[in-house]
């Protein structure tokens, strides 16, 4: 699986030169959505909503930096999934952000079970 690589933007870098912290999380769910997009989807999936997110910053980004994220999955419970992507620039982890999502009915938004094909693929990416 390819990894999502972005250069930081100047729109994403403060008045200290530094990326801003909120930057970090819209990388780390873009690289989410990549990882996700190269599943092929079942009909039995299930809709999601994010129940948590965290990220711990490890080292400044600025702004021209070349960044790899590389997505794992953490945990897979009975009605949601942890995601953690790992930043690095070059060989430096930089940032590590936590993402959770829960399963639940398109309709109603009622946390349902996860589908055992859906568990099936995750484990493939269990860290």
Known sequence: MAAYVFE????????????FSAAYITHAEEALARFWASRQQAGSDPAFYVSKVSCSLLRALRFGDRVECTV??????GK????????YRGEERVAEAEVV?????????????LPE???DWLYKYLD
């Open 80 to 87: 949601s999934a942890g995601f953690v992507i790992i930043m």
């Open 101 to 113: 999502w829960t399963a639940c009915d398109g309709e109603s938004g009622t946390p349902v079970p």
């Open 117 to 119: 094909e859906l568990r």
């Open 8 to 19: 930081v933007p100047f729109r994403d870098v403060g008045l200290r030169g530094e990326m």
């Open 72 to 77: 794992r999955v953490s945990k897979i419970g």
